[in-house]
């Protein structure tokens, strides 16, 4: 198998490890492959791909789309290292408002999972840029771009940098209990 499926505390959100073959040359990774998800239980249909780079101690997120615009991501670090997070917004779910969090970096080459109905950020946690690749699987819409605070104490996360650069937008987010739209599942 060219993947380790590791469930998380929210079982549905899943750290892929990737096999890594390397040698004095490189290395070589396959970080998706269709059949291998779906025999993991994940079956997202990626329609569109994004690169972002972002300097050290940005902050991006907790981002999603709303209603039937949510989107599943894979996300991945191929320069530097972030502290990710996902933070569950399904409505009825028993982890709703719940978060995870994990390091993926470029040494570490993981990759992380998460599915619909999950709002989305990370931190730059090492010294030089992060660079992160994601696959998407709904088309974005700006108009249903939506946040929830990143520092809400309700979602209590524990991030590694105390004054995180931030977006004016990414400063603005409500809340969870403030939050009048929530992605679909």
């Known amino acids: 198998m060219p993947f380790t499926f ?5 079982p549905d959100v899943v750290l ?7 040698d004095e040359r490189g290395f070589f990774i396959k970080f998706y492959d269709k ?8 079956r997202a249909m990626f329609i569109e791909d994004s690169h ?3 300097a050290s101690g940005v902050l991006r997120g ?11 991501k894979l996300v991945r670090c191929i320069r530097g290292e972030v502290y990710d997070v996902a933070v569950d917004l399904r409505k009825g779910s028993p982890t709703f408002g719940k978060h995870v969090a994990v390091t993926l970096s470029a040494d570490n ?9 999950f709002a989305h950020g990370f931190v730059v946690v ?14 974005y819409a700006p108009e249903h771009s939506k946040g929830l605070a990143w520092n809400d104490t309700d979602v209590n996360i524990k991030w590694p940098v105390k004054n995180p650069v931030l977006s ?18």
């Open 168 to 185: 004016d937008n990414d400063k603005k987010w409500p809340t969870l209990a403030n939050l009048k739209e929530l992605p679909h599942a």
């Open 62 to 72: 907790l981002h999603f789309q709303s209603g039937a615009h949510a989107e599943a």
């Open 35 to 42: 059949k291998a998800f779906e025999q993991a239980g994940i």
């Open 126 to 139: 090492s010294k030089e840029d992060a660079e992160m690749l994601y696959k998407i699987d709904n088309a």
């Open 6 to 10: 590791e469930r998380l505390a929210i």
């Open 52 to 54: 972002t780079r972002s």
């Open 16 to 22: 892929v490890k990737p096999h890594v073959h390397g």
């Open 109 to 117: 080459k993981n990759v992380l999972f998460i599915p619909r109905g």
